[in-house]
């Protein structure tokens, strides 16, 4: 939990930060950019989950 409160206030402060220097957000300007990272990560996950499997599958 402590990891997610940080990564929060980081990403407010750069946002704050990129805001007040009226520079571009730092961050996919879509719903579709953040649905995007979002299946990253997911992907990223299942990887792990079935990676037993596939080593198996391959040795």
Not at 8 to 33: S, Y
Not at 42 to 58: N, R, S, T
Request: proline share 8%; aromatic share 18%; charged share 10%.
């Amino acid at each position: 939990m402590k990891e997610i409160i940080l990564s929060l206030l980081t990403g407010f402060v750069v946002g704050f930060i990129f805001a007040w220097g009226k520079l571009p957000i730092p961050a996919p300007p879509a719903l579709a950019g953040i649905i995007g990272i979002v299946g990253i990560y997911c992907g990223f996950k299942f990887f792990q989950y079935v990676e037993p499997w596939v080593h198996k599958l391959f040795t």
